[in-house]
């Protein structure tokens, strides 16, 4: 067995590469089996819920609302957009054009009690809500229990509550 000399200069010279690999691991933008979503933002949202609806609300500043999409399939609801920015600015006798896209990516599993025909998007001032109602439930219903029939006509059986009062 060969004994080798620590050097502590080895593991710095290779901090860059673990860097690099600790945030593609990390990184929310990872392309999957759904689609490629690399290049995209993983966007914030807010999601409330009650016992009519789930409220989802995500905050896209500069964003139009054609430039939002928003999609249920299967149980997920996705946020996409994209959004491109241009402007010059005249240096000297030059024109210079810079362009900046961003693009915002974001899935949100729901339970599959919702009504997804009745989902509903608006955007007001750079912030998109989307209201997403519940199926209704199944309301408990009381069946009568019926006895042996008396006369030809079946006889319901009724349950007198006695009720106290404290004093």
């Known amino acids: 067995m060969t004994l080798v000399r620590w050097n502590p200069w080895g593991e710095l010279f290779n901090l860059p590469s673990q860097m690099d690999d600790l945030f593609e691991a990390l990184s929310p933008a990872q392309g999957g089996d759904k689609g490629d979503v690399r290049g995209y933002v993983q966007l914030p949202v807010d999601i409330s819920q009650t016992d009519e609806a789930f409220s989802i609300e995500a905050s896209v500043p500069g964003y139009k609302p054609d430039e939002v999409e928003v ?27 810079e362009r900046r896209m961003s693009s915002v990516y974001r899935q949100v599993g729901l339970p599959a009690e919702v009504r997804a025909d009745e989902i509903s998007a608006s955007f007001d001032n750079g912030v998109l809500t989307i209201n997403v109602p519940r199926a209704q439930r199944a309301q408990p219903k009381r069946i009568p229990v019926t006895a042996g029939a008396t006369n030809g006509q079946p006889r319901v059986i009724e349950h007198q509550t ?6």
């Open 162 to 167: 006695e009720t106290t009062s404290a004093s």
């Open 71 to 97: 999609t249920f399939d299967d149980g997920v609801l996705t946020i996409k957009g994209q959004h491109k920015v241009e402007s010059e600015k005249k240096e000297g006798e030059w024109v210079r054009r």
